[in-house]
């Protein structure tokens, strides 16, 4: 199961792709330092008008999709027959505690209904969708168990059946205080050290595997698979931890590396160039 990777982007606590791109080649340190993620450069692809009711969770992926597309050279115009997909596992956390705060505060008679709107977890996927200008096929993924590699197989299927042409696959969660101490109390009832919760989203663009491209080949049976790349400790506590080593694996095929693996789980992601 292969497809071809036309472009990739990422909103994060560490900043974007260029600044990835310097940790790997250790011009900045691998700091592990949890913070949120910062999509101040969203009003470089938005106007502030249109960002004035979105949230943050939604945000990172408006900012990681529209580099992905500048990465892909694809914001104008977009592909055709595009589909988005969107894998997390836990969703808009914060809007959604925050829509079952109202119920207990004020009863489900008075609960926000801007929260509540807010934590469908299909509804970055509506508002990419919505700000791009392009009514498409589209779907949110949402499981702690490998989210990012069903995220891929869900792709891959739909590229495999022709429903589209080119998927715009995205995978987001986001550090909530709530998240924060439920794992500090977890790790202090089973005597475990706490890991920071960290936050971001990586987007990939994708078609059929082709020639000369930069492809990602799902399930493969490598002898090293154990041995996989992986920079978790830079990204934290996060369940789609697999996207951005695939984002970091993708940089070190760019740059002349043979084929790297990284893991979802059980699962392995193969990324190398065709």
């Not at 982007?9 to 993620?37: C, H, K, M, Y």
Request: proline residues 7%; aromatic residues 4%.
């Amino acid at each position: 199961m292969k497809m071809s990777l036309l472009g990739m982007g990422l909103s994060t606590q560490l900043g974007g792709i260029a600044e990835l791109r310097a940790v790997i080649n250790d011009q900045l340190p691998r700091s592990s330092e949890a913070r949120p993620a910062n999509t101040e450069d969203l009003i470089n692809y938005l106007p502030p008008r249109k960002l004035r009711r979105i949230d943050h969770f939604t945000r990172m992926g408006l900012l990681a999709a529209h580099r992905t597309l500048e990465d892909a050279n694809q914001l104008a115009p977009l592909p055709d027959d595009m589909g988005i997909i969107i894998s997390s596992g836990y969703g808009p956390s914060e809007t959604t505690f925050d829509f079952l705060d109202s119920i207990i505060d004020d009863g489900a008679h008075l609960a926000s209904p801007l929260s509540f709107s807010h934590s469908v977890h299909n509804i970055p996927a509506g508002v990419l969708s919505m700000m791009l200008g392009r009514p498409c096929p589209q779907t949110t993924i949402c499981q702690l168990n490998e989210p990012v590699i069903a995220g891929l197989r869900t792709a891959a299927l739909w590229l495999m059946e022709q429903r589209v042409t080119t998927v715009l696959f995205g995978a987001m969660d986001e550090s909530t205080q709530l998240l924060i101490e439920n794992g500090e109390r977890l790790a202090q009832e089973r005597g475990h050290p706490a890991r920071q919760v960290g936050e971001g989203c990586a987007f990939f663009l994708l078609t059929k595997a082709a020639p000369s491209t930069i492809q990602v080949e799902l399930n493969t049976a490598e002898p090293m698979a154990q041995d996989a790349f992986s920079m978790a400790p830079l990204w934290g506590d996060i369940p789609v931890v697999a996207a951005f080593d695939m984002v970091a694996a993708t940089l070190l095929v760019r740059n002349g590396a043979p084929a790297t693996l990284c893991r979802d789980g059980s699962a392995t992601i193969r990324v190398s160039k065709a």
